[in-house]
């Protein structure tokens, strides 16, 4: 005969329900905004009279309402990315705070220790969903595996303080008000010990090591997730009690998501090997790189999507990820510069002559736009964030080249990137010679050098020729941000210009500090109401924020549809 269902059971599964509701509401209203968006601006694009008519006013107005809550949500907010982060979060938060206390005997404490642990059983399939590098939001929402993994990460927090605040209130419990000490050595209750532990330790690697050793934290990471998976769903193995059932969910998420991006990788890797090039260092310094092109190229991949790289030979059970700089008939080329673990290793091996190594990707991923819908796209980067900028600026030039007519004459791009060192531009010099082959009036790629150096050069490309050379320059001060350093005098602040002057020079090198919200706002000042504009950064969280703000303010009724992409190196 089955077990009947207990009440405090009952109660426990309606609060799961409310939680599940909340957050299946909240997305449902995300991918509503998200196609909405996504059509209107389809719809406006092939209409042959823009003005606003009949119903189409309606629909106008609608998205001059949203662009006024855009605007309110993508700015940056202290300790949060954006205030729409921090509505979410604070949203989030507030309903697991509120389940705690809903349908419950406020008299046994046992009611609160129960409740805390299924609901960190029921955050735990959230946290695993958002997880997921497959994930179907990229589709619905337009929010791929790395701008989730900030709400990854908030659950993860909210899962473990749920776990501990059922792991302190069971004891006092059973010892003080139940006289049972001995219950919490059953062999359940050990299993849930067990996960518990697992997941305080996760918490702990969080602090102690993700910074400075991320590979021992990613591989502790995973084996403690799994150790935890299994182990709670021992703690309380009866299907009655609905534990198994979510812990079954979560862990066949995880492990299709893992089966999928495997059979992919082994696929790439037959028939595949990378030829590996060593990238010189700055005045004999760490910061050197390595160029990486694979034989196979991704059917499906554009410059500035990212994918993940799997070097046997280097790391034979690990892959990291690398923005993608070009795909084409000549391979996958990636540039990953150097730091400790794996990139120190890969670049040891260049150095030491070994190419034609076995290696594979899995990929692509990210949120790459048709960047061919765009009237002016302005890319701007940091350090070694113009991988992605750079791979957003080749993808465009294509996507240009493949359009005709007006719309191939009328698209405006500009690449910035803000280094310390000029020296580091050589590493895409064969990249800068394709940009200037383009002999586009209409593209501006433009250096600014922010570090402190009396005996640096800057590069000036002939855009005829395509070739580079090298004259002495000073620089001011600054980081990798190009963004003014407290302190320093900023009066020489730059503010790049939009008019023929720059355009078609390749590259414009500027030896001062950047204004990330001048540069935004000239770039979107001459756009017209009808176009759109695609501003994407990718750099420092300090960067993204001022890119964030700037973008924001310039999102009014009356001007340009503007988009934001944003990627930061913190993942």
Partial sequence: MA??????????????????GVISGVLALLIINHWVRVLYVRARRCRSNPQPTGSSALASRFMSFSRYIRRTLIKGRAGFPSTGHAILVSAYVVVNVLLMFTHLDYSKLNLFAARAGWLATGNLAVLVFLALKNTPLAALIGYPHNHLNYFHQVAGYVT??????????????????????????????????ISGAAMFLILLSVFLIKRTRYEV???????????????????????????????????????????????RLLCNLLNNEAMITALPGIDGGDKCGTRVLLKKPFARATPGAHCFLWVPGVRAFETHPFTIVSNGPDGLEL???????????????????????????????????????????????????????????????????ASVGVEKQQQEISLIWATRRIEHTKWFDDHAKTLAS????????????????????????????????????????????GVPCKGKDSANTII???????????????????????????????????????????????????????????MTAEGPSITLLCESFSW
């Fill in 438 to 481: 383009s002999h586009s009036p209409r593209f501006c790629l433009t250096y600014f050098i922010t570090g402190d150096s009396s005996n640096t050069t800057k590069p000036s490309v002939n855009s005829s020729q395509g070739s580079i050379s090298l004259e002495n320059q000073e620089t001011s001060i600054g980081d990798e941000t």
């Fill in 160 to 193: 473990i303080g749920l776990m501990i605040l059922h792991a302190a209130l069971y004891p006092p419990y059973y010892v003080a008000i139940k006289f049972k000490p001995e219950t919490l050595i059953e062999k359940d209750n050990v299993m849930g010990i």
């Fill in 335 to 401: 540039v990953a510069q150097t730091e400790d673990g794996f990139t120190r290793s890969l670049y040891e091996m260049a150095q030491a002559g070994k190419s034609g190594i076995w290696a594979a990707a899995d990929g692509p991923y990210g949120a790459v736009h048709d960047l061919a819908d765009y009237d002016k796209i302005l890319l701007v980067a940091g350090g070694s964030g113009v991988t992605f900028a750079l791979g957003l600026a080749l993808n465009a030039l294509e996507s240009r080249s």
């Fill in 3 to 20: 077990k009947a269902i207990s009440a405090k059971q009952l109660s426990n599964e309606r609060a799961l329900k409310i939680l599940a």
């Fill in 217 to 263: 934290f990613y591989v502790a990471h995973i084996v403690l997730f799994i150790v935890s998976l299994v182990t709670l769903g021992l703690h309380r193995p009866e299907w009655v009690r609905r534990i198994p059932v979510i812990t079954l969910f979560a862990g066949g998420l995880w492990f299709s998501d893992r089966l999928l991006r495997g059979v």
């Fill in 496 to 554: 790049v210009a939009s008019d023929d002057t720059t355009r078609g020079s390749f590259p414009v090198v500027r030896h001062q500090k950047l204004n990330l919200e001048e540069i935004v706002l000239e770039a979107v000042r001459l756009a017209g109401k009808d176009q759109r504009v695609l501003v994407a950064c990718c750099g420092p969280n300090r960067m993204t924020n001022d890119v964030r703000n700037a973008a924001a303010q310039c």
